[in-house]
């Protein structure tokens, strides 16, 4: 499976030098699993390069999956940009959650009404279908595609994908139902999140916070770094981690709180500030900047977990 970063903002797009090392872009992933299939999560600002890129590396003619995690503007405000959705040899297949009062379909045709672009919906050459999701799980040829409704201000749906031996999980917007604590998770709706990532090998998870910036944003909708990566580790179905610094010495015997090594998680806090230092304070704009950091967090823990592992010859 290959999975690409086109964007990694939330809220709002913010481009400029400071944003660089992680983009400016809001929400959009490309991955393509081995069989061919194209998958795009999300399709914030980012997707107008990913169709850029598409229209010329990918074969043709495309046949696209369009996963909707919700329809907050971040998540969809590239799709009047996205250049294969004016080709006619496009098959453009969209998912998203049957929303509030209103069809998918209305939410992206409404953002491309006259007032605000100048074509519409309905003018696109492409052939377009629109598929209204639930929690479930469905197939595209031999990807395992399973949906489970995250806990933000907008119906959203998380997306487990599954195509041979590994799984990616893409988990944006959340909130936690509830604060953990060292004993770890206490709401059913938190511990049946942890289930849902349980195994994954790359969790790309909303984290628009820090603790301290959660204190006065509690009820908007979003996680904090600390609660992203807390769920990641405890969606791990072992430790892994070394007993000491040499990775894949001994296995891990330190002591654990709610499933959670504390060890572990303090070593993952480090490589976390390690790799983001200089770039989320200076981007102007820490909140979005937040999510962008998670999910490159998830990625570092997952990595480490497979060198721990591969080092323990498991
Ligand atoms: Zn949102």
């Known amino acids: 499976m290959f999975v690409r970063f086109w964007g990694t903002r939330g809220s709002i797009a913010v481009p400029g030098e400071r944003t660089a090392k992680y983009g400016g872009n809001t929400s959009c992933v490309e991955v393509r699993t081995d069989d061919g299939t194209i998958i ?4 914030g600002t980012g997707a107008r390069e990913l169709g850029h890129h598409l ?3 990918a074969p043709q003619p495309l046949r696209i999956h369009l996963f909707i995690g919700h329809t907050h503007w971040d998540h969809i405000q590239g799709f009047p940009f ?24 209305d939410a992206i045709a409404g953002q491309m009404q006259y007032s605000y672009f100048p074509v ?6 492409s052939r377009i279908h629109f598929t209204e999701l639930d929690e479930g799980f469905f197939r595209i040829g031999e990807v395992l595609v399973q949906t489970q409704h995250l806990n933000h201000t907008a119906p959203t749906l998380a997306y487990r994908i599954s195509s041979h031996e590994t799984t990616l ?37 909303d984290a628009q916070y820090s603790d301290e910036e959660y204190a006065g944003k509690i009820g908007w909708g979003h996680s904090t770094v600390e609660y992203a990566t807390d769920v990641a580790l405890a969606a791990g179905s072992d430790c892994g981690s070394s007993g000491s610094d040499r990775a894949g010495s001994r296995r891990c015997a330190r002591p654990r709180a709610g499933g959670l090594c504390r060890r572990r998680r303090a070593r993952a806090a480090r490589t976390w500030q390690s790799a983001v ?14 999510r962008g950091q998670a999910r490159a967090r998830g990625q ?15």
């Open 40 to 43: 795009v999560l999300d399709c």
């Open 55 to 57: 229209l010329q590396s």
């Open 82 to 105: 996205f250049g294969p959705a004016f080709h006619p040899n496009t098959e453009l297949n969209i998912y998203a959650h049957s929303g509030f009062h209103r069809r998918v379909e």
């Open 120 to 125: 519409r919906l309905h003018d696109l050459r």
């Open 169 to 205: 999980a893409y988990v944006t917007d959340h909130e936690p139902y509830w604060k953990p604590t060292a004993r770890g998770f206490h709401h059913p709706g938190d511990q049946r999140h942890v289930a849902f990532l349980e195994g994954a090998d790359l969790i790309i998870h």
């Open 277 to 290: 230092r200089g770039v989320g304070r200076r981007d102007g704009d820490p909140a979005s900047a937040g």
């Open 300 to 314: 570092l823990l997952r990595d480490r977990d497979r060198r721990n592992r591969s080092s323990a010859g498991r």
